[in-house]
């Protein structure tokens, strides 16, 4: 059994109210005034309340723009050194915070926001000055749920190794992404993302403090009715996600079973789970898993806390959540949580901890 601990949750400077944004998006759009009315609507019932991105560039008209500062939108070229010169220090800063003092032999980066090789992994081995003798492996371009890839990933180095100290470090920078398009799968990504870094410990050793997860078990299953309803494609401009509205709707549909069957693997009921730690991938998603799982609101707070707090992050949303359960006065190691998270495929992956 692994444990998972030292969880560090970062975001960058530039920090957006949803309805400022909204604005913005509105004069993007070049919408009428009835266009602009929805809009607004729509952003007003997202559930966010802030955003966080690494560009100033959404600050309204007056906004020192520094990516999208022409009449023309930026290519991946742009976008990419965009990304690489804001990715590195938000991650470093995640690094620093969760690995302390611990002699780290493996690093793992998750992003699906950008990529290159060299990439992420050996740029942030040289700013944590780690030994080069470090084991490194990427999980890339996986979206929403590539953090419980990277913890299976962590878990299963400290079963084979006891002696395993391992650093797992994730970023996305969704906004330098942004594009113009009025589809509504493009103004859904627009609505919903923003930019932030995640980072944890995990080694087979029980660490000292009390704030810590104790790793179960995973399971996952892709709903191949939902290959097309969710995806995230290289696009000659930008990464381009696909997000249509029968997401939740799918969700909802497979997501009793899926929650059985890793119950079941675990010898758990669901009356066993303390705390249930759902990504946000929306405010549709998560009233859906609810309604379907007879799951209130207040079962559900840590994921709607930290979609009212900064939307979706992608991969990093994770831990967000995560650790707002850790840090509530009452947590103790003992009680289960049930984690999921859901991405392009349409795949679920799950976690149970503290079993």
């Not at 692994?2 to 509105?26: I, K, T, V």
Request: glycine letters at 6%; a neutral charge; proline letters at 4%.
């Amino acid at each position: 059994m692994g444990y998972l601990y030292n969880l560090s949750c970062c975001l960058p400077n530039h920090e957006f109210a949803q309805m400022d944004l909204a604005n913005y998006m509105q004069e993007q759009y070049n919408f009428d005034d009835s266009e602009k009315s929805k809009l607004r609507t729509m952003y007003q019932r997202s559930g966010i309340e802030k955003r966080h991105s690494c560009l100033p560039d959404f600050n309204g008209i007056k906004a020192d723009k520094t990516l999208f500062k022409g009449k023309t939108e930026p290519g991946i070229s742009e976008r990419m050194s965009a990304y690489f010169e804001h990715a590195v220090p938000l991650a470093k800063k995640a690094a620093l915070e969760s690995m302390g003092n611990e002699p780290i032999t493996h690093l793992i980066t998750v992003s699906c926001t950008g990529m290159a090789a060299p990439g992420l992994d050996i740029m942030l081995l040289k700013e944590l000055k780690l030994s080069e003798n470090t084991q490194r492996t990427s999980v890339n371009f996986m979206g929403c749920y590539a953090m419980f890839h990277a913890l299976k990933i962590a878990n299963a180095f400290v079963e084979s190794d006891s002696h395993a100290k391992v650093l797992i470090v994730a970023v996305e920078l969704c906004t330098i992404h942004f594009t113009k398009d009025n589809t509504p799968e493009q103004m859904a990504a627009n609505l919903l993302f923003g930019d932030g870094a995640s980072a944890c410990m995990v080694s087979k050793s029980k660490p000292k403090t009390k704030k810590f997860f104790s790793i179960g078990s995973f399971h996952s299953r892709v709903i191949p009715k939902g290959s097309n309803d969710m995806a995230w494609r290289i696009h000659e401009k930008s990464f381009l996600m696909t997000l249509s509205a029968y997401v939740p709707q799918l969700l909802e549909e497979g997501i009793s079973g899926i929650v059985s069957s890793a119950l079941i693997k675990s010898s758990l009921e669901k009356e066993d789970i303390f705390h249930w730690a759902f990504h946000p991938g929306g405010r549709k998603i998560l009233e859906h898993l609810g309604k379907e799982l007879a799951l209130n609101r207040n079962q559900l707070w840590a994921s709607y806390e930290v979609m009212r707090k900064v939307g979706n992050l992608s991969s990093v949303t994770l831990l967000f959540v995560l650790n707002e359960i850790l840090q509530k006065e009452n947590y103790q190691a003992n009680q289960p949580v049930f984690s999921a998270g859901f991405g392009p495929g349409l795949t679920v992956e799950t976690m149970i901890l503290n079993k």
